[in-house]
């Protein structure tokens, strides 16, 4: 998992800005799941806005990777107490796109 769920603390209740934007990201990645629910196509999927944030989201996440040529997500139902199965909870897979298309 490249963005695994934030873990709470009790210090939290006072400041916690990594674990808000931690917060907000997940909750964008579920706001896309719950797109994707009502897209007819792989087409239309890519044209939700939610898609685009999230897809920006990823490239700003590996942009510090050197000598990335391509990227590519998948975004997996999370099951408590379960493994993940890629395969099996996959609920989307993005194209692979080049590296060069990423803007800063």
């Known amino acids: 998992m ?11 209740l006072l400041h916690n800005p990594q674990v808000n934007l931690a917060l907000t990201e997940q909750t ?3 706001l896309l799941a719950n797109d994707l629910a009502s897209c007819e196509d792989d087409a239309a999927a890519l044209r939700l ?3 685009q944030m999230v897809d920006r989201l990823v490239r700003l ?11 590519q997500f998948r975004i997996c139902l999370e099951r408590p ?5 890629p395969e099996a909870d996959m609920i989307l ?3 692979a796109l080049p590296a060069t298309e990423w803007e800063r």
């Open 2 to 12: 490249f963005m695994p769920r934030a873990t709470r603390k009790l210090a939290h």
């Open 28 to 30: 964008l990645v579920e």
């Open 49 to 51: 806005v939610s898609y």
């Open 61 to 71: 996440k590996v942009g510090a990777v050197s000598g990335l040529t391509a990227y």
């Open 81 to 85: 107490g379960a493994h993940i199965d």
């Open 93 to 95: 897979l993005s194209p």
